[in-house]
């Protein structure tokens, strides 16, 4: 159960947050939603799929750390082994709220029943009340994930225009002889994108969703090393 609340020197002042990650603070998950924006710094690290909302009117992109529910491959002993964590994960236990609009007032909220507050954490508010370094940071990112977030309807609209994306199942077997499966999701269409004529990619790179889609197509190479993480898991390596 979520707890909430409007981020207040008032009601907050003592409050502290546990900055490092493990499978008990809520890493513990399969993917995470990035926006186009932080594709470029995605990329580096974690495969970018594709997936269709439960309305099915609106496809999201997620980064992938593992093949299954709960399965996060880059957690090792007590640390996220990667250069780069997707906002998304990087602010829990915050969160935007406020007017959903792009011209409304955002306010920082934080989840009072994440595992992530203790009394070891690293403060919020210094003793005269000012936000902490931490927490500077932190609203850095969530204004950085909301300008993504309100950006990516025209690139979300741009990949559904041109028809860019198409469903992916794939199918790995592992060293050991098991199975896994992701089913589900949509990638960048490769032959798709190769076929658009030279105005129809200037009018892309225009909009500025060129790079994220070549972002995108490139992570896919990131799939052989999460392979590679999987394996070594499954071998006790």
């Not at 502290?16 to 690290?45: K, Y």
């Not at 203790?118 to 300008?147: H, N, Q, W």
């Not at 009018?203 to 060129?210: G, N, P, Q």
Request: hydrophobic share 40%.
């Amino acid at each position: 159960m979520s707890g909430h609340a409007l981020l207040t020197i008032e009601d907050h002042r003592d409050l502290r947050v546990r900055a490092e990650r493990g499978a008990q603070l809520g890493d513990a998950v399969m993917c995470s939603i990035v926006v186009p924006t932080e594709f470029r710094r995605v990329q580096d690290e974690y495969p970018i799929l594709f997936r269709l909302n439960a309305e099915r009117d609106r496809f999201t992109a997620l980064a992938m750390f593992g093949f299954e529910t709960g399965e996060n491959l880059f957690l090792e002993g007590g640390r996220w082994d990667a250069r780069y964590l997707p906002l998304a994960i990087d602010i829990q236990p915050f969160l935007i709220g406020g007017a959903p609009s792009q011209s409304g007032d955002k306010q920082v909220h934080i989840d009072l029943a994440s595992p992530r507050i203790g009394a070891d954490g690293v403060r919020l508010f210094d003793e005269d009340g000012r936000p902490s370094p931490y927490l500077e940071s932190i609203t850095d990112k969530l204004g950085a994930l909301d300008a993504g977030y309100q950006a990516s309807g025209d690139f979300f609209a741009a990949l559904s225009r041109h028809d860019l994306l198409e469903p992916l199942s794939l199918e790995i077997t592992l060293d050991d002889g098991s199975i896994n499966r992701l089913v589900g999701f949509h990638a960048i269409n490769e032959e798709r994108l190769q076929d658009l004529n030279a105005a129809t990619l200037g009018e892309l790179h225009v909009e500025d969703h060129l790079m994220p889609i070549f972002m995108a197509l490139a992570s896919l190479g990131n799939l052989t090393e999460l392979i590679a993480r999987k394996n070594r898991r499954t071998s006790g390596g």
